[in-house]
Structures are given as structure tokens and as C-alpha cells.
């Protein structure tokens, strides 16, 4: 006698997708999936802040000069609204599992404008930097024994902070996405995976910014020049 | 022993032979376990081979503890051995030994130009004693090359930026004249960034020497450098404050503001001409302005054997003459 | 016992009944395809073209290296001929190919899936992929990149007037490709293996795409950055690599290196996986060691990560730093001359057939060992010294690259072709061909060894003229080894119209993928499948009928 499990269901969720025999597989195969592909951003990460780390090392004098360019109130006030859209985003995957598809509307619309006002306070740090003479590449224009080296670290400073908000960037593409699905009805308690694993995403983006925070604008602000 | 159809290059430095008896320890390995593992294959596929499709099915044999665990072992410990003895001439190779004559090498797309510290300067040659040691400290103008002397078996990255001077030494047993090679990509005429080894006896290279002198050594060449650039207006060997003078200072430890204490050898003054703010002298203001830019790799390494020559008196300049030409008295 | 209805041998020919091939015709059907098996068969297509550009960009610079003196291409062109080469054989070949082509097609039915994890995911790699190599190509037509393939500071990133910032945005897009492709195997390996499938159970084949995909997901990001750091220093003109700004070319090494040394082991577990099945089938043996196998690729996968230093004993790093990374590169050698030893022991008192996949797996053995073998030279420091830059390292590249993993695919290629076509290739001249391949290999790469002793570096466009005999010995290698690749395309091309049909087993192998017909529905197995049964045992015979 054969034993067989049958592929097909009769009764399956609509949101089943075809490769995968029920939605538990389904839901844990897309977490590990999130959870892989932040493996990934770690490393890429990673490597920037390894490079960041080998100049900063080679570079004290310079990495003080640079450090004291930096706003501390700035990264202050983003940190804290950037937390606080962690906060927002949990609630939001908790409000689907619930199936209470106005909590998590709203929770993800305030999730976006804690992203969108991390984005503007940056967007004006950025300006700063451009208009005191301090974006490489573009405008440039603090000389002096270690100007180069300063260019350097300042190179890093924006790349970092590029990519990290390239990331929120996308990020906020995403929240876009799962809000048209929270209005059309796509989640309830027995499906709500897009939410929990883009919410595993917009907190490894908050992690990286806790890294960046101390990395860029804490650690330098002590040094004498 | 040239043939027509040579396996290795010709042996003529102290380090030739051992490396090439290390190479040859490595193709023994190497061979004895190829030659084993294509025998073994050869005489297990005849052996065993499928005679007819109704052949009886093999039994599993599913591995054996005993197997696994010798040849992991004994392949692992003969590695130790491949490891060990190329970690001991990696180190013989990059250690100088003291005392060795010193030669500067400039790499730059696409030349290698020698300066000896007596004055001579060559492009893509470089002739020396047979019998002595020999130190190259080398240096880039723009990109990363490499320094390659297959007859030696001797070979260094030359790579540009500061504390990047690159140290190989060889002492040369045979006359004869041998390829330069340039091995690091470097562009558009990377194969044409080759050379000559000339190995002399001593005579013929004392005679050389003569030959080709006239220039100002290195060392008077660094001294002429040092005005012209304005150190002396805040280091010249008098200077006020005291300890600016650079008088003594290679070959010593510094320290550092921030606590650290450096060597001050030949990266360290470079450094120190390049980007002066890396290392600050502690007890001093981080006033001194950069030379980068206004000085080239060959003029670093002449005002270096200037500085040099304050820490040791019997290669100070103005009673140098005489001793270069003879090259030998102390 | 696996038990799925199986196809006999008698039933009707491929054309008639569905399968993943005929289901539906359209270009859009293929072009939007989630079918693993498809994007598949979408994968060996553009492998194949890029495989055969980078093979031409090589003729070139074997038909340079004839003479002495530069008298085919100037210096300019020959630079980029073997950056070009370098570039595309790397990436756009070598690091997708037996994942993107036999991964993709065999994981799933390996396991009992109906299909990778994450379908759309897959469509996207490959097009990513194509992307990728599209901005190559259009960098090699629009002059060419002339950097090297490892595109070293302060040259890549300051002095070379070439496309380097297109080359570098498409291996960056390329990247993007593999790492999705890794993410994929990961999570349909852990999540989607049919019932009673454990992991002492699954086959060798999908351990080692276990192990590359783990090196694919935590190495190609480094790549990433380092491309995208190189990208930003040339457009910005700041100093990241370039010392003249302050920035330090031996990091850029170091980040480099970092990727694209585990992404050699990208390239050549996945050669292993295939070696292991063919081995097993054509001795009616299950693989001696399973366990160890196994293990040995996990632990290849791990110690690949803490060599990359190897590549730079000469660059001016410390000299105990080169001594750690030496010792740990004789480390990595270990589980690699397991696996040789383990097939080898494979062939005891089996029952050995000569087949062409076969063939091709002997010939891997020989190959590989040698090219391995190199590799211990190359981690011996005072030895290194010598021949870094030089000849012997293109020798010893070639032998693992070319003689391993070329040489694993076309084994690869041989054995699942009636499982991917419905077709038998032609034995007699399959055969041919691997002798072919194998002669002209080593008469291409062996006088390189000796070349390389001799002093000869790498990446010359001319030479003195004592090197030239053995350029000469090389290039006729080459020749020969071009026609040992070509015939293969002729008669595979051949077979899709006039080869035999294949039954659902020609092999007798024992594998789920066997176990259902060919070619495969689209969904693989009509029921999922349950495993009871032991991997590759032999001593019980293959249900369908051996060809």
C-alpha cells in the first residue's frame, strides 16, 4: 500500500502559495528567509564598519577633527525616533495577529512617519555638511596637515549613513506594500507573515543606526584636536 | 645546469637552493601521493569493473573509523612539515641580515629606478657585488608593483603610501647577469617593466662604482634636499628648541602624544615627511606642515639617508667622499 | 521503499505526455516562468554563452602568447583580453553554474519538493544574473576593462582609464544573483525535505550546495561593499584605496580577498556534490564515508572563510600574519584529500561501469588531487614567495577551476541530461570528447607549472624569448582542449532532436530524482514522496529498469 502524502488541499488558505505543503511551512520558510537575507546585510555592513575601524585606527588625529563636525543632537533626536518606529512596528505585527486591521493601519503609518522624520533630519545634517564645506566629492573645501585624511573618514561618515538610509529608504517601500495589504484585508491571525518578517527588517535597520550612532557621532566627541 | 629544456630557473643566491630544496620535498610529496591515488583508481576501476549487467550488486560498505581518522592524520602531519620548513624561509627571506649593503629601488609605471647610497643611479639594472648581502628598500610613485628576481627567488610587493617601504635582501653567489621582473600588474606596460641583475666580482664592481660615480651621494643629494625644502629652518642639527635636531634620532624609540612609542626607522621619517599629523612628538604642537606632493618617493628616500647619516658619524656627509669611492674604510 | 508511480519503459514517448518542457511553449512562458526547472534550463543557456565568450577572450590570449614579442593584439587589448576572461569565467560562469543550472533542477526533486522554496525569488536571480552580464559585456564592447579581474587600488581605482565602473556594477548585480540563489537552497533544504528525509539522509549533492550556499550568503555581501567602495572612490575621487588620499590599497586586498577566496569554494563544493553521486552510481555504491563526506564539506565551507590571507604573503603584510593564514590554508587542504580518499575507497569491491559521466569523475580525481596538490606549495611560504604572480599560480587556478569544476559540470551535464532532456547523448562520442578534454587540459596547463618556476609572471602580454617553448606546448593544449568543448555542444544540440528517448532510470541510480519521469512534470512528483529507505543503497535494485 502506498504511502503517499497528498500535495493538494482542498480547503487551503488562499494566501498558500503552491511549493509548500501547509501554511506553518510556509510561515517558518519565510522567516528563515528574512532572518538569512539580514545575515547578509550584516556582512555587508560589516565589512564598511571593518574598513571604517582600520582608518579610524591609522587615522586619531584626523578622526577627532571629524568627529566634532558631527551634530550629537541630531543623531540624538533620530536615535530616539528611530526607536520609537520600533516600538510602532511590533505594535503593528502585534495588531495583525490580533487581526485588528485599524491598530495595525495606524501603526504602520506612524511607523512611516518616524521614518520619513529620520529621513528629514538627515537630509538637513547632510545639508549642513554641504554647506560648511565638509561633502566630499561635491563640496569640499576644509585644508589643512590632515585634510586628506578627514576627507576620508567624512567619505566613510556619508557612506554609511547613505547606505543605512538606502536601506530606510526601501524600507519605507516595504511599509507602503504591507499598508495596501492591511487595507485590503490580506492579514488576520492566520496570516500575517509579511508583517512580522518586514518588521524583522525595519529593526535590523534601527540596529544598524544604534551601531552607526555611537560609531560616527559618540566615540570622537571626547578627543582633544 | 642550463639544458635546452630547463625546470628551474638558475640557482644564484643563498636562498636558490633552499627554496628549490624545498620545492623539491613538495613535488616528491606531491608526486608519491598523485602517483598513489591514480594507481589506486587504475587498479580498483579494473579490478571491480562490471563484467556483465546481471553482476551481483556490491555490498555496502558504509566507512571505516580506522581509514578516515589515519588519512586525515598522516596527510595532516606531513603538512606540518610542508608548513614548518616554508615558514622558516619565509622568515630567513624577509629578515636582513645586518650589516647588508643597502641599495634604494623606486617603482614607477614602468621603470624600476636603483639609487646606491654612494650616488650611482640606474634604470632597470642594477649591478652589484657577488658574495655580499644586499638590502633593497623600496618604494612606489603610483601603483602597486612587485620586485621579482626569479634566479633569487626573491620577491616583494612594491606598494605606494606611507609606512609602505618594502625590505628584500639577497646575497648573490654567482656572476652572471639575471631577469628583473616586474609581477604585479601595473598596466599598460607591466611586461615591459623588466631589467637586469648584474652580479660583479668585487673588483669589476669597485671599477663600476668609479665608473659611474660623480653624483652626489645619496646622503649629500638628502642634505642639499633639506635646505632647499626649509627643514632646517626648525630642524637644522642646532636648532632651537633643542630635540629638533634630528641628529641621533634614527634608529631610536620616539614617543608619541597619545602614549605610544615608535621605532623612528625609515617608514617613520617618511611618514613624518607625508602626513606629519599620524605621529606627533610628545611635548610638541602638531605644527608642522605636509610635503606631500612636493617632494618625490627618490627625494624621500635621499633626505631619509641624510637623516640617516646624523646617527652615524662616519657616513656624515662632508666626510663621506673619500670613504665611498675606496669603499672600504669605517 | 520509495513508492511513486514510475514510468515504464514502454510508455508513451516524451513528446506526448506533459512535462516541464511542453507544457507550454510561449517566450512568456519561459521568460516568467517559477518552474525551478526552467529557470534552470534559462541558467545554462546564458552560462553557456558567457562560458564560451570567456573561452574566446582565451584563444586570444593564447594565440598572443604563441611569440615572444606582442605581435597579435597591442599591450592596451591584451590587458583586457585576460581581465575580460578572468571576469567573466569567474563570475558569470564559474560561480553560478552547477548551483543555477543542476542545483536549481535537483534540489527540490532531491528532496521531494515540488519546487525551491522561494520560485519568483529564483526567476529574479536569474535575471539578475543576466543583468549582470549584460553590463560586462556592454563594458567589454565599449572598450574593455584592463584592471585584472581583481581590480587591485590605486590602479583600478585611480590610474586605468577603462570601464571599471560598469564592469564593477554588473559583478556587483551578479552578486546579488548568487546570494539570493544561496538564501533560496537554505531555506528549501531546511524547511521543504519530504517526510522521513532527515539530514543523514539527503544526498551528498544537496550537503554540498548546503555548504555553498552558506559561503555564497556570508561572503558575497564583503564583495559587495568592496565594489561599491571602489565605485564611490573612482566617481567621487576621494581616497578610500588610494594612498595618494590617504586611503591603503593592501585593505582593499584584504576585503577582496575575503569574498573571492570562499567563493573558489563556491565554485568547486558544488563540483564535489556532483562527483559524489556519480561516483556512487557507476560503482552501484553508496559514497564510502557519507557522514565524513558530508562533514568535510561543512567544514570546508568554514575554514575557507580564515585563509584569504594566503593571497597576500607578499604585499607587505606582517610576516606572522602570513604565517597564521599559511598554516590555516594547509587546514583547508584536510577535508578536501578526504573527499578524494573517500571516493576512492567508493570503488572497492564496487561494480564499475565506465560511462561518460564517469569518465569525466575519474578524470576530476586526477585533476583536482594535482590541482590541490599546487595548492599545498602555494601555502608553503618560502615557496610562495617564488611563484606568487607567476605562472604556477595560473596552473594551479586552472587545474581546481578547469579540471575540477569544468570537468564536474560536464559530468553533471552528462549524467542528469536524460533526467533535464527526455534524450541519451550519444556514449561513443561523449566519450571521446572526455579524453579529448583531458588531454588537452594538461597539455595546456601542465607546462604552466614549470613556466612559472622559470620566473614567467602573469599577466604579460610579452616575454623572453626562452619562455617560449612552453607557450608554444600551452597554446597547442588549448587548441585541442577547444575542441573537447565544442564537440560536446554539438552532440548535446544533436541529441535534443535524435537522441534515444530516456527512460525515467537509465542509470539504475538511486535518488528521488530518478524516481520520477523524464523529463519531470511540472510539479515534479504527483504525490510527495516518503522516505523509509537508506541514500544510495545499492544493494537493493533500482525500481525501473536499467537502460
Known sequence: MPET????????????????????????????????????????????????????????????????????????????????????????????????????????????????????????????????????????????????????????YFIMTGMHAFHMIVGLGLMSYLLTCTLKNRFSAAYYSPVEIIGLYWHFVDIVWIFLFPMLYLIGQHLKT | ?????????????????????????????????????????????????????????????????????????????????????????????????????????????????????????????????????????????????????????????????????????????????????????????????????????????????????????????????????????????????????????????????????????????????????????????????????????????????????????????????????????K | MSTIPLTRLDEPATRQRPNYLNVKSTIGSWLLTTDHKRIAILYLLSITAFFFMGGAFATMIRLELLTPQGDFVTADTYNKLFTMHGLIMVFLFLVPSIPAVLGNFLIPMMIGARDLAFPKINLLSWYLYVFGGIFVVYAALSGGVDTGWTFYTPYSSTYSNSAVITTALGVFVAGFSSILTGLNFIVTIHKMRAPGLTWGKIPLFVWSHYATALIQILGTPVLAITITLLVVERIAHVGIFDPALGGDPVLFQHMFWFYSHPAVYIMILPGMGVISEVIACYSRKAVFGYKVVAASSMAIAILSFLVWGHHLFVSGQSIYAGMVFSLLSFFVAVPSAIKVFNWTATLYKGSISFETPMLYAFGFIG???????????????????????????????????????????????????????????????????????????????????????????????????????????????????????????IYLLWSLKYGAIAPANPWGAKGLEWETPSPPPTDNFIETPIVTELTYDYSKPAEAPIA
Not at chain 3, 425 to 451: K, M, S
Request: charged fraction near 10%; glycine fraction near 8%; charge should be neutral.
Open chain 2, 1 to 329: 645546469m642550463q639544458n635546452a629544456f630547463p625546470l628551474f630557473p638558475e640557482s644564484a643566491s643563498t636562498m636558490s637552493g633552499q627554496v628549490d630544496a624545498l620545492t623539491f620535498f613538495l613535488t616528491l610529496v606531491s608526486g608519491l601521493m598523485t602517483l598513489l591515488i591514480f594507481a589506486t583508481i587504475t587498479i580498483l576501476a579494473i579490478k571491480y569493473r562490471r563484467r556483465s549487467p546481471n553482476d551481483p550488486l556490491p555490498a555496502p560498505i558504509h566507512g571505516s573509523w580506522l581509514l578516515e581518522s589515519t588519512w586525515s592524520i598522516v596527510p595532516f602531519l606531513v603538512m606540518l612539515i610542508m608548513f614548518a620548513w616554508g615558514a622558516r624561509l619565509f622568515f630567513d627571506n624577509y629578515t636582513p641580515p645586518v650589516g647588508a649593503m643597502e641599495i634604494f629601488v623606486v617603482g614607477k609605471q614602468w621603470m624600476w629606478k636603483v639609487q646606491h647610497p654612494e650616488g650611482q643611479r640606474e634604470i632597470n639594472e642594477l649591478h652589484i657585488p657577488v658574495g655580499r648581502p644586499i638590502m633593497l628598500t623600496m618604494a612606489s610613485e603610483d601603483v602597486i608593483h612587485s620586485f621579482f628576481i626569479p634566479a633569487f627567488r626573491v620577491k616583494h610587493d612594491v606598494v605606494p603610501g606611507v609606512g609602505r617601504y618594502s625590505q628584500l635582501w639577497f646575497n648573490a653567489t654567482k656572476v652572471g647577469d639575471y631577469h628583473l621582473f616586474c609581477a604585479e600588474y601595473c598596466g599598460n606596460q607591466h611586461s615591459g617593466m623588466t631589467g637586469w641583475i648584474h652580479v660583479m666580482e668585487p673588483a669589476d664592481y669597485q671599477a663600476w662604482l668609479s665608473l659611474h660615480g660623480g653624483n652626489a651621494t645619496m646622503a649629500q643629494a638628502g642634505e642639499t634636499l633639506f635646505g632647499q625644502l626649509g627643514c632646517a629652518t626648525c630642524h637644522a642639527p642646532g636648532a632651537t628648541p633643542p630635540n629638533l635636531s634630528l641628529t641621533n634620532m634614527y634608529g631610536h624609540p620616539v614617543q608619541l602624544v597619545g602614549g605610544a612609542t615608535v621605532l623612528a626607522d625609515e617608514n617613520y621619517i617618511r611618514e613624518s615627511i607625508i602626513n606629519p599629523r599620524a605621529k606627533v612628538v610628545l611635548g610638541y604642537p602638531p605644527v608642522m606642515p605636509t610635503y606631500q606632493g612636493q617632494v618625490t618617493e627618490e627625494g624621500v628616500l635621499q633626505l631619509i639617508a641624510y637623516i640617516k647619516s646624523l646617527s652615524r658619524p662616519s657616513e656624515r656627509p662632508a666626510a663621506n667622499n673619500a670613504n665611498a669611492r675606496e669603499g672600504t674604510k
Open chain 3, 367 to 489: 585533476l583536482f588531487t594535482m590541482g590541490g596538490l599546487t595548492g599545498l606549495f602555494l601555502a608553503s611560504l618560502g615557496f610562495d614567495v617564488h611563484v606568487t604572480d607567476t605562472y604556477f599560480v595560473i596552473a594551479h587556478f586552472h587545474y581546481v577551476m578547469v579540471g575540477g569544476m569544468v570537468v564536474a559540470y560536464l559530468a553533471g551535464i552528462h549524467y542528469w541530461w536524460p533526467k533535464m532532456t527526455g534524450r541519451m547523448y550519444p556514449e561513443a562520442w561523449a566519450r571521446i570528447a572526455a579524453i579529448v578534454v583531458f588531454v588537452g587540459f594538461n597539455l595546456t596547463f601542465f607546462p604552466q607549472f614549470i613556466l612559472g618556476y622559470l620566473g614567467m609572471p602573469r599577466r604579460y602580454h610579452v616575454y623572453p624569448p626562452e619562455f617560449q617553448a612552453l607557450n608554444v606546448l600551452s597554446t597547442a593544449g588549448a587548441s585541442v582542449l577547444a575542441v573537447g568543448y565544442l564537440l560536446p555542444i
Open chain 1, 5 to 156: 502524502v497528498a500535495a493538494a488541499h482542498h480547503h487551503h488558505n488562499p494566501a498558500l502559495v503552491h511549493q509548500f505543503d501547509n501554511e506553518e511551512q510556509q510561515r517558518t520558510a519565510s522567516t528563515l528567509g528574512m532572518w538569512i537575507f539580514l545575515a547578509t546585510e550584516i556582512m555587508f555592513f560589516g565589512g564598511l564598519f571593518a574598513a571604517y575601524t582600520v582608518y579610524r585606527y591609522l587615522n586619531p588625529h584626523a578622526f577627532a577633527e571629524a568627529s566634532h563636525h558631527m551634530s550629537v543632537k541630531a543623531g540624538a533626536i533620530n536615535t530616539t525616533v528611530l526607536i520609537c518606529s520600533s516600538l510602532t512596528m511590533a505594535m503593528a505585527v502585534r495588531s495583525a495577529q490580533l487581526s485588528s486591521k485599524k491598530a495595525t493601519a495606524w501603526f504602520i503609518i506612524v511607523t512611516m512617519i518616524f521614518g520619513i522624520a529620520f529621513l528629514g533630519i538627515k537630509a538637513i545634517e547632510y545639508h549642513e555638511h554641504y554647506v560648511e564645506g565638509a561633502a566630499p566629492g561635491v563640496n569640499w573645501t576644509i585644508t589643512g596637515n590632515d585634510a586628506r585624511q578627514i576627507e576620508l573618514l567624512f567619505c566613510f
